[in-house]
């Protein structure tokens, strides 16, 4: 099996436009109770002050729905819409992302190899939303399964999200790649949990931290890679 990171690997962001975001809250909300963007702005960045840290720390993972709750319900803002449609609402309003040029090629041979193939990503929203993006582009039914922290609590390197991936997938740690962009959130995380460390590296940064199994700079290294490995098993 292959575990694949979100942002940075197989999907690149271009822009996060948070005053978008806001702006689309506030058009689908039932009561705004006079707030303005700047209102909730600045909650939001006093907010984040409070949670950034302690969540790179902790490896505890802060749920965008429950961010949401607390942000509108402190400043008396109401929606009619259940929780997840309105993070989905905030997602479109201020994320735009682009694919990884060369993933779908290698995403379509691990499948003609019949490679189970799983999302896992630190992120704060959820496994709808990332499917939702996934399938903006085309790419939601090459993943069997989607492990988001969003869901699951905790953040990569934490091994219980990897540990967690596995077992969903049925699959052993020593036959199992995790691919991503973060020395410290991938590599590190896969090696902790017995796994396959692959790092994507298409920038050609300085390696940092614990080794990978593997550094590819390109989704076309990828893909020789893999021919490598099984031609070397064969």
């Not at 039914?141 to 991936?165: M, Q, T």
């Not at 390109?218 to 890679?225: E, K, P, R, T, V």
Request: proline letters at 4%.
């Amino acid at each position: 099996a292959v575990t694949f990171d979100f942002g940075g690997t197989i999907l690149q962001l271009v822009e996060f436009d948070k005053v978008a975001g806001v702006r689309r809250m506030l058009d689908i909300c039932e009561i705004s109770n006079n707030r303005t963007e700047q209102d909730v702005l600045e909650f939001i960045d006093e907010l984040d002050l409070q949670i950034q840290e302690r969540r790179e720390e902790s490896l505890i993972e802060y749920p965008s729905i429950q961010r949401q709750r607390l942000i509108y319900n402190a400043l008396g803002i109401i929606f009619d819409l259940p929780p997840h449609e309105i993070e989905l609402e905030f997602w479109k309003a201020s994320m735009q992302y682009t694919v990884e040029e060369g993933i779908t090629t290698v995403l379509d041979g691990l499948n003609a190899r019949d490679i189970r193939i799983a999302l896992l990503s630190n992120s704060a929203f959820s496994a709808t939303t990332m499917r939702y993006e996934l399938q903006r582009h085309g790419l939601h039914d090459y993943f069997s399964d989607i492990v988001v922290s969003a869901d699951y609590g905790f953040r990569k390197p934490h091994p219980l999200i990897y540990r967690s991936a596995l077992s969903i997938l049925g699959a052993d740690p020593a036959h199992t790649w995790h691919v991503g962009n973060s020395r410290y959130y991938d590599v590190e995380g896969a090696i902790i949990a017995g796994m396959g460390a692959v790092w994507y590296n298409p920038s050609g940064r300085q390696p940092q931290g614990l080794a990978p199994h593997e550094t590819v700079n390109s989704w076309i290294g990828f893909q020789n890679m893999v021919e490598r490995v099984f031609n070397e098993s064969e």
